[in-house]
T-cell receptor, first 113, second 108 residues
């Protein structure tokens, strides 16, 4: 049981490049979400999904796109990377049942130069 | 003012000491989460609670809904407890608001 798998672990992009951060879970969790973590700030929600075909914006969605075509996968797309998107990105999932906590991926450290 | 405030920001302890980390929040919530972020960066969910108290091993989490306050206690602290502890609140079941974390270092 792998839990939540994020790839890649590290990435360096040039300004204006695009890329997709991958997130996959094998726990059949309905809910998946993306966060960014910046120094001195708490994690902030970018986008989330409550099930296949359903996505919604979080606190900081600008510059990011998501889709949820399957229960297992929730990729995060940066269409035109900017230095302000330099951050550590975490994907997390949880079952729709109310009393269960979150399972986090190991994170992706992204640097945009 | 942040919607989730943690104190202290940094905490140093000797092995065996009793540790308390506090979390205050200003929004209505459906649940509060305590998370642990290891030095390597991985995040683990410790507790999710909406009332009362939960215990897991040497960790105890309490919440007072009326006072909008939660505490995380670590009994008999150990160097392996060194990590950043993060409080997060959920105004609803789909979104979390995170505190900035408390960095704990436990020395032998």
């Amino acid at each position: 049981n792998a839990g939540v798998t994020q790839t890649p672990k590290f990435q360096v992009l040039k300004t204006g490049q695009s890329m997709t951060l991958q997130c996959a879970q094998d726990m059949n969790h309905e809910y998946m979400s993306w966060y960014r973590q910046d120094p001195g700030m708490g994690l902030r929600l970018i986008h989330y999904s409550v099930g296949a075909g359903i996505t919604d914006q979080g606190e900081v969605p600008n510059g990011y796109n998501v889709s949820r075509s399957t229960t297992e996968d929730f990729p995060l797309r940066l269409l035109s990377a900017a230095p302000s998107q330099t951050s550590v990105y975490f994907c997390a999932s949880k079952t729709g049942v109310y009393n269960y906590g979150y399972t986090f991926g190991s994170g992706t450290r992204l640097t945009v130069v | 003012k942040n919607e989730v405030e943690q104190s202290p920001q940094n905490l140093t302890a000797q092995e065996g000491e009793f540790i308390t980390i506090n979390c205050s929040y200003s929004v209505g919530i459906s649940a509060l989460h305590w998370l642990q972020q290891h030095p390597g960066g991985g995040i683990v969910s410790l507790f999710m609670l909406s009332s009362g108290k939960k215990k897991h091993g040497r960790l105890i989490a309490t919440i007072n809904i009326q006072e909008k306050h939660s505490s995380l206690h670590i009994t008999a602290s150990h160097p392996r407890d060194s990590a950043v502890y993060i409080c997060a609140v959920g105004p609803n079941t789909d979104k979390l608001i995170f505190g900035t974390g408390t960095r704990l270092q436990v020395f032998p």
